[in-house]
């Protein structure tokens, strides 16, 4: 890498930095936002805004990053990103808040996806690998920094400042975008797609809504929730007859003829489904069954990151080694169904120790095999469609680990009062079998139950986790399917390559590089005198 690509790259890293981390470091200080902003019968819109606004936003920058180039979105994802961070520190109230956390979702959705994109922009797929393994290891990083983070920030500057730290990383990663990257691009003139954005936007704001509040804010049959699946169905359908119609669609339904893409998109949904299940519901564990302190909660997932970084950094320099992905993927996916199934083994007698090894083995896995889909689906497409393809694959997790999230916690939370009850002894008190299961997750709460009753309240726990935990399963052998079946592509030695497609498909690249003639979509080979971005 040129010593100037290697300043891009660090600025690259700072913006994923800051808008990773800012995933999660409010977490630990939302009880004292709430507490002092008020908003606590909508406490989770804080986090449920800037997860919303990024998961639409970013199928769409990586369309116009394709049309307009990158440079411009990815400074204006900065500055977006600072100016609702700045919003929501100086937020007066909840509401407020919460519109400050959808403009910082607002420049999350830019600066995720574009920090890859601008990889495959820079980087040839050869040597792509190590370097989007410590992309990885940034998201990995702030998984289990952001919450620590988080709790000393709030305890000892305020939780206002949580907004206010990222700002100085912000402006360092401003700088070395605007100075350092000037990646060439030729615009390209087109009729931008309105109505595919509205129809898209309508179908996945719809879709979210539903799964992330249903079965929690409102029961999964309810007027609401079966409202907003049919509303997401019908404009998703509208979505798919108008792109098959636009001249220059949001997101071209041709990519997903091409099997390397659709099974990739496919897998990484998978794996991200089992990902933040096991994110999200392995604290649950540690706490409500094994007693982990809350105090120390922030490090409950550390063994599975440390796992997921440092595979992660050594695979992708094995992939630039040798040249080959595939058998890492497979592998890897093998790998965390076996750290699942461990998962699967644990009851309300397991240890600590039992725990962590199975978070290392899942952590082994992830780091293998996550981040060498968005690789694949680079290496498949042209550079004009590099935004678009990259986006996809980043809206595929986004949407996957929402649907993750939500269907483990329906079988977690399902039939949880009746698990505890059924562990009880027959001569317990009614009173007792009514207990507020949310006991589970505060290990002091838990210790002033009667031992009886904390026993049966952690068998019940183990039990559903159980049965939550074993979904990761069955969606690792379709992701285990999905990744066999991904054509082996020779990885290209550099930018200027284009993919072969497979038999029957549309030719998206007829020419080489070195002819100088055009694609026949119309795009214009990069030449002297190209714009550059």
Known sequence: MSPANQRVFIGLMLGMLVASVSQTIVGPALPRIVSELGGMDHYSWVATAAMLVSAVTVPIVGKFSDLYGRRAFYLGGIVVF?????????????????????????????????????????????????????????????????????????????????????????????FFIARFLHVPHTPRKARIDYLGISTLTTGLVALLLAVSFGGSTWAWGSTESLSLFALSAVALVAFVLVERRAEEPVLPLRLFADRTISLSLVAAFGVAMVMFGAIIYIPVYAQGVIGVNATNSGLILMPLMLGFIVCGIVTGMLITRTGRYLPFMLTGIAIMAVGVFLLTRLDHTATSLQLTGSMVVIGIGLGMAMQQYTLVVQNAVTRSDMGVATASTQFFRNVGSTVGIAIFGAVMSSGLQERIASHLPGGMPAGAQQMDAGAVLDPAALSQLPPTVAEAVRWGLAEQLHDAFMLGLPILAVVFVATMFIPNRPLRETNDEHPVEDAGQHVLDAYASESGESDPRGAEPAVAGTARN
């Open 82 to 174: 600072m100016i609702g961070s700045v919003i929501s520190g100086f937020a007066q109230d909840f509401w407020m808040l919460v519109g400050g956390r959808a403009v910082q979702g607002l420049g999350m959705g830019t600066l995720m996806p574009l920090s890859q994109t601008i990889i495959g922009d820079i980087i040839p797929p050869r040597q792509r690998g190590k370097y989007q393994g410590l992309m990885g290891a940034v998201f990995g990083v702030t998984s289990v920094a952001g919450p620590l983070a988080g709790g000393v920030v709030t305890d000892h500057l305020g939780w206002r400042w949580l907004f206010f730290v990222t700002l100085p990383i912000g402006f360092v990663a401003l």
